[in-house]
């Protein structure tokens, strides 16, 4: 967890999770993985909403299927009400992570972390948090943040995640409802 004493805002929860990312090097950037579009992870599934609140789930509600040991091919099995509850930003666990900050900050923090992963070398993740904070609807501005902080979570160089988990999960409150 995150030291109460530092300074809780969103600019200094982004500076602390930038920096513990690595300068990006050739080493660094042959064993990293690939940058997964955005875009499609924001397009609609059919169990991509939480059936509670109607937000969207992290990672687009792409919970990943179970791969069996006989069979290569992943099997076709859908996530439970329990679970798509488990994985909201605002109804799941990860709410108790969240913090009361203004939606402006959290862009900002956005635009920061953006700024900093270009200076890094990550080129690519830069360019996807830029796309996120590019949209011309402003309503979806955090939901499309809150995304592709997920994925950058998930698949991105990122060492430490507990500022970048507050900043996630802050931004689901923000995340419109439909």
């Known amino acids: 967890m995150i030291d109460p004493r530092v300074d809780d805002t969103p600019r200094s929860l982004a500076h602390a999770a930038m920096a513990r990312v690595p300068r990006r090097t050739p080493w660094r950037w042959l064993w990293s993985k690939r940058v997964p579009s955005l875009p499609e992870i924001m397009k609609e599934v059919s169990d991509g909403r939480c059936p509670r609140c109607g937000r ?5 509600g792409k919970i990943p299927s179970v791969k069996s040991y006989f069979v290569y091919a992943t099997l076709p099995i859908h996530p439970s009400r329990y679970e798509l509850i488990h994985s909201c ?75 970048l988990e507050t900043l996630i999960a802050s931004l689901g409150p923000h995340c419109p409802t439909s």
């Open 56 to 60: 969207l789930l992290p990672g687009g």
């Open 89 to 163: 930003l605002v109804d799941g666990p990860r709410q108790k992570n969240a913090r009361d900050f203004d939606e402006r900050e959290l862009l900002d923090a956005g635009r920061f972390m953006a700024d900093e992963l270009a200076r890094k070398g990550w080129k690519p993740w830069s360019k996807m948090l830029r796309w996120a904070l590019a949209r011309p609807d402003d309503d979806h501005q955090a939901e499309a943040l809150a995304q592709a902080l997920e994925v950058f979570e998930r698949w991105g160089p990122a060492n430490d995640t507990d500022a």
